[in-house]
Structure formats: structure tokens, C-alpha cells
């Protein structure tokens, strides 16, 4: 097995000549704007911890675009809305009791789930989705740096033996 294919940046920080790698390749680079997106200021107090969280902790700052600002937001406040849903379902129970009537009139009690507990586990799947979107999860990220390995043309006219296996 090969080892994965160094980034665009970094074959071109060790190249022969600007836009070149050190083989006297062309690198091809994607051309799209990076940085990190400005932060709300109307977002809340969870939400903003898990932007600062991901922006500065992980690896995504280098991929980040500004225009990825609204998808972000989400993603920190679906993070958000699981922690708030969570407390609520630790301190009230998944279920509840609800007293119900037959068709005869007669009363009966039962346990049946909570309607947070729905919402809670379709937060959760939002939650998923997106951070396998901003690859912040360890399946995410291995995709995200196979990806990124192969952001070099296969095979270039200037190398005979791209492409041959």
C-alpha cells in the first residue's frame, strides 16, 4: 500500500520553482479563499464554547472558508440544542405517566415516552450528519485525508511515470 500523497501546500513549500513540486510537477490547488468564518454574536453560550472548541482544537480551521459560516453555526447549535435536550431528559426521565381513558370511561395510568425523546435523537442524527459534513469525527476525518492526498493530478505530461502502476 502507498503512502498517502502529501497536501498541495506542502508539496509546494518543498518545491523546485512556484507551483511546482520538488519532482518539477505542476501542483494543482483548488483556488478557493480559506479562513475562518466570523462569529455571531446572537449565538448560544453552548453553542459558542463548541465554535471556539472546533475553530481552535481541531483540524478544520485550514479547511474552513468564510462562506462555510451558516453550515458552522448549525452544526454548533444542533451541539447545542443535544446538551440542552439531554439535561432536560436526565433530570425529567425518557418517560412520562399519563393517565388515559377507554371508550367505557374507565381511567388507567401508563408510562410512554416523552415527546423530547424524538426530538432528542433526530438532534442527534442532524448532529452527526454534520460533523461527518465538517469531518470532525474519526471516520470524517480519514475520508477528508484521502481526499486532501489526492488533490494532485494523476497522472501530468511533464512525469512519464504518473499514472503506471
Given at each position: 500500500m502507498a503512502p498517502a500523497q502529501k497536501p498541495a501546500a506542502l508539496k509546494l513549500l518543498s518545491g523546485r520553482s512556484p507551483g511546482r513540486d520538488s519532482g518539477g510537477r505542476k501542483v494543482i490547488q483548488s483556488g478557493i479563499e480559506r479562513g475562518v468564518p466570523d462569529k455571531?454574536?446572537?449565538m448560544s453560550v453552548e453553542a459558542s464554547a463548541e465554535w471556539d472548541r472546533l475553530v481552535d482544537g481541531s483540524g478544520i480551521r485550514s479547511w474552513l472558508k468564510p462562506a462555510d459560516r451558516a453550515a458552522l453555526v448549525n452544526l454548533c447549535e444542533t451541539w447545542s440544542e443535544v446538551v440542552r435536550l439531554r439535561k432536560y431528559l436526565r433530570r425529567n426521565g425518557f418517560k412520562q405517566?399519563?393517565?388515559?381513558?377507554d371508550s367505557a370511561g374507565a381511567e388507567s395510568t401508563?408510562?410512554?415516552?416523552?415527546?423530547?425523546?424524538?426530538?432528542?435523537?433526530?438532534?442527534?442524527?442532524?448532529?452527526?450528519?454534520?460533523?461527518?459534513a465538517f469531518g470532525v469525527t474519526p471516520v470524517a476525518e480519514t475520508a477528508a485525508a484521502r481526499a486532501t492526498a489526492t488533490d494532485t493530478p494523476a497522472a501530468d505530461a511533464s512525469n512519464p511515470f504518473a499514472g503506471t502502476s
Open positions: 455571531p454574536d446572537d405517566r399519563v393517565t388515559v381513558r401508563k408510562y410512554v415516552e416523552r415527546p423530547e425523546v424524538k426530538m432528542y435523537r433526530a438532534t442527534l442524527v442532524e448532529h452527526r450528519y454534520l460533523s461527518t
